[in-house]
């Protein structure tokens, strides 16, 4: 018997089987609905978390208290000799992103505030205050403490305490007059 011959020609390309390509073996191998699953989820949760910062930032908006307080104006001052008690008016100053309601705190402080006020944002509300200045050497150019209470858009009550400079005002005018050098 005669034995097959098998023949190889050099000059022609081999036939080689169809291999698949390299995304049919990957879909092979990962389900559609696998990796459909895991796109949603990254997307739903990229959703989610910055809807989350955004309710933080909005949050940290809503509570930031910005009050600047400036003299206004004189209505009386009298004085002993030790200390030097002035009514008048001060400015407050909303230099806050967001709308506040301010009043005068309920501690006992160099300015007492009375009164109640919503302030907008960059807008201005005058408050009668009761001011005790103690007649020291720097009394005219020491600031006052002032205590203020601000009530934000989150509802929550917030104590303010600043300063309340007498430079250039006609508080320090009149802390000048009442009380003697020493």
Do not use: Y
Request: hydrophobic content about 45%; glycine content about 10%.
């Amino acid at each position: 018997m005669g034995e097959a011959v098998n023949v190889i020609n050099l000059d022609e390309p081999a036939e080689r089987a169809a291999r698949p390509s390299a995304v049919a073996r990957w879909r092979r191998r990962v389900p559609v609905k696998a990796v459909a699953l895991v796109v949603l989820g990254v997307l739903v949760g990229a959703v989610a978390g910055q809807r989350w910062e955004a309710a933080r930032q909005e949050g940290r908006r809503a509570a930031e208290v910005s009050l600047f307080v400036t003299v206004a104006g004189t209505e009386s001052a009298q004085g002993d000799g030790t200390r030097l008690t002035i009514d008048g008016t001060v400015t407050v100053l909303n230099g806050g992103p967001r709308p506040v309601q301010v009043t005068g705190a309920d501690v006992v402080a160099d300015v007492m505030v009375w009164g109640d006020h919503r302030i907008e944002p960059g807008a201005a509300g005058w408050f009668r205050v009761n001011a005790t200045i103690p007649c020291t050497d720097d009394a005219a150019s020491r600031p006052l403490r002032v205590g203020l209470v601000a009530v934000t858009e989150d509802g929550v009550r917030r104590p303010v305490t600043t300063a309340l400079q007498l430079n250039g005002s006609s508080w320090q005018d009149q802390v000048r007059r009442g009380c003697p050098r020493r």
